[in-house]
């Protein structure tokens, strides 16, 4: 587990750097990733839910982004779209377009409904942190 | 006289914005910061992914509209901070007009990351993801290899300016064939799962699946609906590349993977 965060936080570094993020924000945006995906293996070690899990993850993300965003005052963006990457069902739609392909259409339903629902939970989770009340109005866009 | 250079300002910082992957509702929201800065009687401003509309008036004037259709869409999120960063310099009276224009013409041309960082960005980010995802160490090798050689792919056919649904498309072929090559043919990776899986990431489509659910919740939801269509048609090339290959090879050799 301690090796899949640690891959975690190098690949949301590497991928903060496709984004072209600031050098000074990398760091940070890795910690992200890291967090994030500490907090899925985590839940979903307890709960067996992938489902469960990326909700915390995305919800957790999503927190982590805000409380960045006001320190580092950069849009809230940068940290979101990099932290939420690890969680992003890239597996999933593989797995679907695979059964597809396989002409397994039990199988690729169960895969394709499980993609559908970890994305939707992904964002609920991202609504539910944009829409707590912002302290100011000034600090809207931080 | 003022209040075009405002306009113009107002505009490119738009511009800027959107072309680099910003939300619509905070290319909105600079556009009318920036404005509101000269006493206009009517602010308007409508944004959508490929284009931004604004309108001003006043008693003294006659309206004007300007229309900016934005085509050429990258991801370059350090703009996107710079140039929030300056609108808000400017609104608190830190900036002149000209400084503000120089300064958002140099915002505008500031550089990428070079291209060599950028494909070992690539390699190394499939790579870790496949470690993430359960691959082994082997693994880790074959998806940095597949990933460096498909950004450098990426990149040409970009400079060639194709389309970019058949540079995905391409892109899951060339993720495909490699990872069947090293697993299959010359039996060096442990899994082929991971592989792939590591490998597509850094080709989904992070930014246009975040701003689209935060467009959604904003309430443009043109916009939101826009950035998830293209969300979809991404991931759906990427999956038909990678689909084509593998069924191709289960035809030929008559086996299955996996």
């Not at chain 1, 590497?14 to 985590?42: D, P, Q, T, V």
């Not at chain 2, 000269?38 to 409508?46: A, K, L, N, P």
């Not at chain 2, 959508?48 to 003294?60: E, K, L, N, Q, R």
């Not at chain 2, 659910?213 to 048609?233: C, K, M, P, Y």
């Amino acid at each position: 587990m301690i090796i899949q965060a640690f891959s975690a936080f190098f690949a949301t570094f590497f991928f903060s750097i496709i984004f072209n993020i600031s050098k000074k924000e990398l760091i940070y945006c890795g910690l992200g990733g890291a967090i994030g995906w500490s907090i899925y293996l985590y839940v979903l070690h307890k709960t067996q839910s992938p489902v469960m899990a990326s909700f915390c993850g995305a919800f957790i993300v999503g927190i982590f982004s805000r409380i960045m965003s006001k320190i580092r005052k950069v849009p809230v963006t940068i940290f979101l779209v990099s932290g939420i990457i690890p969680l992003v069902p890239g597996a999933g739609m593989y797995r679907t377009m695979f059964a597809i392909v396989d002409n397994d259409l039990s199988k690729a339903a169960t895969h394709g409904i499980l993609t559908l629902q970890i994305a939707g939970v992904i964002a609920m989770a991202m609504v539910m942190v944009s829409s707590f009340p912002h302290h100011s109005h000034s600090n809207v866009n931080k | 006289m003022e209040h075009r250079s405002l306009l113009r300002i107002a505009l490119l910082a738009g511009e800027i914005m959107l072309r680099n992957g910003a939300e619509t509702y905070r290319v909105e929201d600079t556009i009318n910061r920036i404005l509101k800065s000269y006493d206009f009687e009517v602010i308007e401003s409508f944004v959508t992914p490929t284009g931004i509309f604004v309108t001003v008036a006043d008693s003294s004037m006659e309206m004007i509209t300007l229309i900016k259709r934005v085509q050429k869409r990258a991801t370059h999120l350090e703009k996107v901070a710079l140039v929030n960063d300056l609108s808000r310099r400017f609104v608190a009276g830190n900036l002149s007009i000209p400084q503000a224009l120089q300064e958002l013409q140099e915002i505008n041309k500031k550089p990428s990351y070079p291209p060599c960082l950028m494909i070992l960005s690539i390699g190394l980010a499939a790579a870790f993801f496949t470690v993430v995802f359960g691959g082994h160490w082997q693994d880790f090798i074959i998806s940095g290899l597949i990933g460096m050689i498909w950004a450098t792919l990426q990149m040409y056919l970009h400079h060639k300016e194709v389309s970019n649904f058949f540079v995905n498309l391409v892109g899951g072929a060339c993720i495909g064939c490699i990872g069947i090559l090293f697993t299959e043919v010359i039996p060096l990776g442990q899994n082929l799962d991971p592989i792939i899986i590591g490998s597509i990431m850094p080709l989904v489509p992070g930014v246009a699946i975040t701003n689209a659910i935060r467009d959604t919740i904003q309430g443009d939801l043109v916009a939101g609906n826009s950035r998830a269509s293209e969300a979809f048609l991404i991931a759906i090339s990427i999956a038909t590349g990678v689909g084509i290959v593998l069924k191709i090879y289960m035809l030929i050799t008559g086996g299955t993977i996996l």
